[in-house]
Nanobody, 119 residues
Framework: QVQLVESGGGLVQPGGSLRLSCAAS????????MGWYRQAPGKQRELVAT????????YADSVKGRFTISSIDNANNTVWLQMNSLKPEDTAVYYC????????????WGQGTLVTVSS
């Protein structure tokens, strides 16, 4: 079974930092892209940051300069999201997303990890 497992969420004060990780497990032949999306209460899910196997990145304007997505660690099928200078408006459930090749291309979603930015 192919799945994504996230970790690293929690409670942090404004201005603080958190690092999220996402690991893909299972019989994966290759990973095309990985990324992070978030959904705040009462809002739609939105893109945070993505990276392709070719290291092309895409960031939401609201996180540029504060968040950094790592390259895909192909040895461990893992990607990290470093979040600095966190703001209360960053509070959301963060979901990992990946496009992987198994016997065909699959889009996977993690179960989500809650990030709360509050004093």
């Amino acid at each position: 079974q192919v799945q994504l497992v996230e970790s690293g969420g929690g409670l942090v004060q404004p201005g603080g930092s958190l690092r999220l990780s996402c690991a893909a497990s299972g019989s994966i032949f290759s990973i095309n892209a990985m990324g992070w999306y978030r959904q705040a209460p009462g809002k739609q899910r939105e893109l945070v940051a993505t990276i392709t196997s070719g290291r092309n990145t895409n960031y939401a304007d609201s996180v540029k300069g504060r968040f950094t997505i790592s390259s895909i660690d192909n040895a461990n099928n893992t990607v990290w999201l470093q979040m600095n200078s966190l703001k209360p408006e960053d509070t959301a459930v963060y979901y990992c997303n990946a496009v992987v090749r198994v016997y065909r291309y699959l889009e996977l979603w993690g179960q989500g990890t809650l990030v709360t930015v509050s004093s």
